[in-house]
């Protein structure tokens, strides 16, 4: 059963001016919360969580809530929470329920339009380490689909289990859902590398291995769509290299690799960089429809929180923002408040009135803010080029969020669901994390909180301009035109050749891009279907550097990555 609550200011505000060295400031929460697990959540490790409006059922048009916390453990539970509500009333339940599963990982939610039988199905993804909810038996990756039943008591039913990997060691697995119609997941198999899925109206491609990503891990996935083509975005770590790579490849390609194959693709490499390992897992996101191919991820050395970023409205290369140390316009964590687990929503506003184009990054802190020995949820809201603030310094926190002590177990996720305010999203920005109730317990609640687009008490700084733009969507039908594509070498010095296969007659337009922006060097062809290579050469008078090499298919860009030349 679920323990309603509203939101309580539960510190003060602090003026920074007399505040005490390193003591923090917050904006008090103007959020619904309840909370919910069933049993009782037991050392939980990571949550997950997706939400989408308008749900039809046979108790009325409802939003539906989806949420799961794991313990990433071979002997322990976890559990998949789903909540209907009525529309724009989040606290006001419908049907609430939970299934309990064992030896699981990283349970990851989703939801897709049925495009053959009607009606939307429900996702839930899984490491299995001991085959006991796999349908052959085998630990590996598993994917179950659940149907709406139409029943207020018992509102889904698991229709089918998919086999996604046969991995017999742990790999981080994560989801994304776009706009009804498309879902992506992604999986880390250790020892072959990153591989992923994709589907169109409930139609399930083949597995796909990203070339080159054995040793990477902890991969994390999302889509971006502008008017081109729809684009699945990655994001993953080396380790051993101490290094983040996000890379992209477009869903249609994806699409293509038929159910029940496996093929290797090449991604686009967009970005590489540094960080100060050993840090947390990785979380991105995009906003789903924009005008332009922008992401972020967030990650925490146990100190900074770091977003790395990409806004072609400003810079229009990656840059790394520190949230938490001061750069932002609020004050610097000190070393003793650590930072764990961040997460990140890229989209709708919680501050400025909803509209796509800002960053959420929340996080658990512990321990000592204000003086108080507590630990909390906290987070802020930034402008996607890293200039500043949108939310008002210091810190928003989540509503019922603090402990006494630090936690022995955080875990925060915000949803990724970000299709426009009153278009696919709910009227509320959805959060889930947990709390030790009591201190050194080792039990925990599971919070459910909800904070309303543009809540005034949350509002402040200078709001980002809309960009968001009408895309529409593709069918399943719908046929790429590029089949697959490789260029060699990487890095060039005079020429490279750029593989391209075709599944009809295509206008193919290379761009070698600089960092400026600048096109230094162009190619088009007209070619028929089927493989060819293009060269493009002349170029051993660029300066050494990083360039973006976009190729674009009968108008539409269908691919770019990062070429360095030598």
């Known amino acids: 059963m679920f323990n309603l609550k509203t939101a309580a200011v539960l510190l003060p505000f602090l003026s920074i001016g007399i505040a005490p060295v390193m003591a923090q400031t917050f904006t008090a929460p103007a959020a619904s919360e309840y909370t919910y697990g069933s049993p009782a959540v037991k050392r939980p490790k990571v949550t997950a969580n997706y939400s989408r409006k308008d749900i039809p059922t046979s108790f009325g048009t409802t939003d539906l809530y989806l949420s799961t916390w794991s313990s990433n453990s071979a002997t322990d539970r976890s559990e998949f929470i789903y909540t209907f509500t009525a529309p724009s009333i989040p606290t006001s339940i419908m049907s609430q329920g939970s299934f309990i599963y064992k030896s699981v990982a990283d349970l990851e939610v989703g939801i897709v339009y049925n495009g053959s039988g009607g009606g939307h199905l429900v996702l839930v993804a899984y490491y299995d380490y001991t085959g006991t909810n796999s349908p052959t038996g085998a630990p590996g990756h598993i994917l179950d689909i659940y149907k709406m039943t139409g029943s207020v008591s018992g509102p889904l039913a698991l229709a089918s289990k998919n086999q996604l990997s046969y991995s017999a060691n742990y790999g981080r697995i994560r989801m994304d859902s776009h706009k009804d119609y498309a879902v992506a997941i992604a999986w880390d198999y250790p020892g072959k590398g990153i591989q992923t899925t994709v589907c169109d109206l409930g139609n399930w491609s083949g597995i796909t291995t990203l070339n080159g990503t054995k040793g990477e891990e902890g991969p994390d996935v999302a889509f971006s769509h502008t008017n081109n083509l729809l684009n699945v975005r990655f994001v993953y770590k080396n380790p051993a290299n101490s290094t983040i790579t996000e890379s992209m490849i477009d869903w249609p390609q994806l699409l293509s690799i038929p159910f029940g194959t496996s093929v290797v693709l090449n991604p686009a490499v967009e970005d590489v960089t540094g ?176 904070h309303k687009w543009n809540n005034p008490v949350f509002k402040g700084g200078t709001s980002t301009p809309a960009h968001e733009v009408d895309c529409k969507s593709p069918s399943h039908n719908d046929q790429v035109a590029v089949l697959k594509t490789s260029t060699a070498p990487n890095p060039f010095q005079a020429r490279f050749t750029h593989n391209i296969a075709l599944n009809e007659v295509a206008d193919v337009q290379l761009s070698l891009v600089n960092v400026s922006g600048q096109v230094v060097a162009q190619k088009s062809s007209k070619l028929n279907k089927g493989s060819h290579s293009i060269e493009m050469n002349g170029l051993d008078k660029l300066p050494v550097g990083n360039y973006i090499l976009t190729t674009t298919v009968n108008g539409k860009k269908t691919g770019a990555q990062v070429m360095v030349k030598q």
């Open 275 to 450: 960080a100060p390992f050993p840090i947390s897992n990785v979380v991105l996101d995009c906003p789903d429809h924009y005008d332009v191919e922008n992401w972020a991820y967030t990650y925490t050395d146990g100190v900074k929180v770091y977003v790395r970023h990409l806004d072609y409205h400003s810079l229009g290369t990656p840059i790394t923002t520190v949230v938490n140390d001061g750069s932002l316009g609020n004050q610097a964590s000190s070393k003793r408040f650590s930072a764990q687990n961040p997460t990140l929503h890229y989209g709708n506003g919680a501050i400025s009135g909803g509209s796509t184009g800002q960053i959420s990054v929340g996080w658990y802190s512990s321990v000592g803010f204000s003086g108080s020995g507590a630990s909390l949820y906290m987070g802020i809201e930034m402008k996607e080029s890293g200039s500043g603030l949108l939310s008002a310094p210091d810190y928003m926190r989540l509503p019922n969020s603090t402990s006494p002590a630090a936690a022995a177990r955080s875990g925060i996720a915000y949803s990724k669901m970000s299709d426009g305010v009153g278009v696919l999203a709910p009227d509320y920005m959805y959060a889930t994390y947990f709390t030790e109730i009591p201190a050194g317990s080792g039990s925990y609640q599971l919070h459910h909180a909800f």
